[in-house]
Structure formats: C-alpha cells, structure tokens
C-alpha cells in the first residue's frame, strides 16, 4: 500500500516560472521535486502543491504531499530529497499522514508577506527577496489604506487578467503592515486564498499610497469597483514570499 507523505519546502523563486509544471520549461519547483522524488521511488511520483506560486515568488513554508512505493521513515525524505534537490530548493520537514490528506483541498489558510526595501539604495543580500523603492514611503497612510481590505470582499479589482477563480470572493483575516529591520517595510496578509496576483496588486496599491498618488478614500472606491484598471501597479514578484500554509 503507498505511504501519503506531507512536507514543508522553501525556495528561491528567482530561476523559476513558478510552482506549476509547464510545457514549455523544466524550470518548475514542481517539476523539480518530482524528478527528485520519482528518482528515490524508483517509479513515477507526482506532487500536490498547497497553491501555486507564480514565476518569481519565493516560499518558506509551501506546503505539499506524495505518494511513495517504498516506506520511508518520515525523518529521512528531508535528507533524501535534498540530496537529489538543487541548492535553491529545500525540504525542511516530512511526516506521515492519513492517505486521504490534500495539501491543497484541506489547507483552511495562507499567510504571505511582501517585503520592500525602502532605501536610497539596494541590498546585495537581499536584492533577489524585497522590491526595492527609493522615496519615502509614509507606513502610517499605507497601515490605514491596510485595513479597508480586511474582512470578506470582492476582489475583482486585485485580480489580474487571465485567472480561472469562478468567485473573486475572499476573506482576508488580517493585513498588517509594519517597519521591519534596515529600512525593510514587511507587508503580512493572512486568508482564506488568493487570486492570481491578488497580494501583489494590494502591495502595488499600497505603494501608491504611501507615495501619496492614492488618498486614503480611495481605496472604498476601488474595492467596490471590481474595476482592475482602478487598483495599483502589480508589484515585483520578487518581494512576495509564502510564509505559511494553514490545516486544521
């Protein structure tokens, strides 16, 4: 009987188009997990990731589960895989779980953060994570702006072209947004799910704000417009990352 297996990952998303398996590219953190699991089972694995990432967008907490052939003690797939992984990829914990556990259809949460740089100018360590804007950017308008997008709405207008979502309904549990360290301002969003380049439009949005292009009242008006051409530029997928995925 195969052994349903539950993992956490982090990875550097700058090399990749995303999460998801393509046509057109090998260059997947899910295709590689699957050459690297397939490789220990010894036959076919596929994987189910928690969400997917997009081309660029970073995680230190996706979570996602497999089936294996052989048993396996749940302590050494970290060490197993990420012998077979490349360096920007890493398994950092496994376990053992009920063969009816989904990754993506049982997780109940996600928590992302985006991070910019708010400096004259970059970091060479940590260029590739944080969008690096050079003007002052005002934290308390952007930490007010913050907290009309808390509770359940509509995200039409944070949604960009080309998504699937048969509802732009979501519920966003908490947006905090706060100075982190050596000039880093951390936005921290935690809901239910997120529509594609949903969080990266908010951060654009909040941008704008606090670079006083976009008053406060504004941004009532541009929820309940479900208008995308009325939101904010999508900011870098490089200061996105995915921090957590929540279960019961």
Request: charged fraction near 25%.
């Amino acid at each position: 009987m195969k052994q349903n297996y539950k993992i956490i990952v982090e990875y550097d998303g700058n090399n990749y188009s995303g999460w998801q398996i393509q046509k057109n590219t090998s260059q997947t953190i899910q295709q590689k997990l699957e050459n690297a699991l397939t490789r220990i089972n010894k036959k076919r694995v596929r994987i189910t990731g928690a969400g997917r990432t997009d081309a660029g967008v970073h995680a230190a907490g996706q979570t996602a589960n497999f089936f294996l052939d052989v048993d396996i003690p749940a302590h050494k797939i970290p060490i197993a895989l990420n012998s077979e992984l490349p360096a920007d990829i890493i398994c950092k914990k496994a376990e053992k779980v009920d063969e009816d556990f989904h990754s993506r259809f049982d997780a109940r949460g996600k928590k992302y953060r985006y991070r910019i740089l708010n400096s004259n100018f970059n970091s060479v360590f940590v260029r590739n994570f944080v969008y690096n804007v050079y003007k002052k950017l005002d934290i308390e308008i952007m930490q007010r702006a913050a907290k009309v997008f808390e509770g359940s709405h509509d995200f039409a207008a944070f949604c960009a072209a080309g998504s699937s979502a048969e509802s732009t309904v979501r519920e966003i549990y908490s947006l905090d947004l706060y100075a982190a360290d050596n000039g880093e301002i951390w936005i921290d969003v935690i809901g239910n799910g997120f529509l594609y380049n949903m969080i990266r439009i908010l951060a654009g949005t909040l941008i704008e704000t606090g670079l006083g292009k976009r008053t406060l009242s504004e941004m009532e008006y541009i929820l309940q417009s479900c208008d995308r051409n009325n939101a904010g530029f999508t900011a870098p997928a490089q200061g996105l990352t995915l921090i957590e995925v929540f279960y019961d």
